[in-house]
């Protein structure tokens, strides 16, 4: 595998060429902290034992805490099903400055405080990490776009892209979409990890998935 480009700490997004990093949390209600996690996303509203499970989504933005050391910012949507939490976090390219009266979590402090509704420790999480590499620089490893004649009368296809499933993971990734569109190529790989909120970085979390989207392509 080749390594990426980063710091002691780990990767920035703008250097490795990530848009955007999502993690998607299903968690049965018997296993977050609902009540607590309520109080304090919404600050000074009561709820009722009796109270239902809200049916629409809600979303907050996080701001970037330090722009000057991190190149990101969060977003954060949540809803309730019958019994299970379903939250997702984004982390999304481009710090923004935070409001005078914004108050944390910060989009680098975020996955810690969120951490700290859940009964356990650790969690399971769906990922999907997106990376765009221009094609002034880089290009696909793969023979993409691949032109092909089909049917009949024969019309001319070209292939733009293409599924990629990984027999051995590697970073925990099982499968990526490749795909030539436009100026760029952009890869989406997808994973399942088990996740420590203690020892959470995501800074080093894209630092290892971008040594596997590093893999389909090459500088030129």
């Known amino acids: 595998m080749r390594k990426s480009a980063a710091s002691d700490r780990g990767a920035q997004f703008a250097i490795v060429h990530c848009e955007r990093l999502e993690y998607c949390f299903n968690v049965p209600l018997d296993k977050f902290l609902l ?3 309520r109080k304090a996303f919404f600050p000074g509203k009561s709820f009722s034992s009796k109270q239902g ?7 907050a933005v996080c701001s970037t805490k330090d722009a000057k050391a991190a190149d990101y910012h969060l977003h954060f949507d949540w809803s309730l099903r019958k019994h299970a939490f379903v939250g997702w976090v984004r982390y999304v390219r481009g710090a923004v400055v935070p409001g005078e009266n914004e108050r944390p979590p910060f989009a680098e402090s975020f996955m810690s405080w969120f951490g700290s509704f859940f009964k356990s420790d650790k969690a399971a999480a769906h990922v999907h990490a997106f990376f765009k590499y221009p094609s002034k620089g880089w290009r696909s490893v793969l023979p993409l776009p691949m032109k092909l ?3 009949e009368p024969r019309a001319s296809v070209e292939v733009d892209g293409m599924s990629i499933s990984l ?3 590697v970073q925990g990734v099982s499968h990526l979409f ?3 569109r436009g100026d760029a190529t952009t890869l989406d790989l997808c994973a399942d990890p088990v996740l420590r909120f203690k020892d959470f970085n995501v800074e080093i ?8 989207a590093r893999d389909f392509v090459q500088e030129v």
Request: hydrophobic residues 35%; without cysteine; aromatic residues 8%.
């Open 35 to 37: 009540g607590e996690f």
């Open 53 to 59: 499970p809200p049916v629409m989504t809600f979303g």
């Open 149 to 151: 004649s089909l049917g």
């Open 167 to 169: 027999t051995s993971r």
């Open 178 to 180: 490749l795909s030539i």
């Open 205 to 212: 979390q894209l630092d290892r998935l971008s040594t596997v």
